[in-house]
């Protein structure tokens, strides 16, 4: 809750276009059809109710980046890797603001 609230209000200060520079994954957790209507470029899609189910997709030693339409669902992916052993996940909140920050 408290990196969408940080996005929100534009707090964040990470730098997302050097994570994605330095090889970040951007997972995007919308639904199929929202990820079809407009998605970052070669962002991956495992909707957020998918996701531990498809962990195996994703490697442990790689900077991931969770994205979604406001930053609620992609707070909860956070929560969801970082409960599975993924250390360095970020919130990157909506897809469309996260993608003028890269």
């Given at each position: ?31 199929e059809?929202?990820y ?21 997709k ?45």
């Amino acid at each position: 809750m408290l990196d969408a609230i940080k996005n929100l209000f534009g707090m964040d200060k990470t730098d997302y276009a050097d994570l994605v520079k330095q090889g970040a994954v951007i997972v995007d957790v919308r639904s199929e059809n929202e990820y079809a209507g407009g998605h970052i470029k070669n962002s991956l899609n495992i909707p957020v109710d998918q996701l531990e189910k498809n962990l195996s997709k994703l490697s442990k030693d790689k900077t991931i980046i969770t994205c979604c339409a406001s930053g609620m669902r992609s707070a909860s992916a956070k929560s969801i890797l970082q409960n599975n052993g993924y250390k360095n996940v970020h919130n990157g909140g909506g897809w469309m603001i996260l993608n003028t920050k890269i």
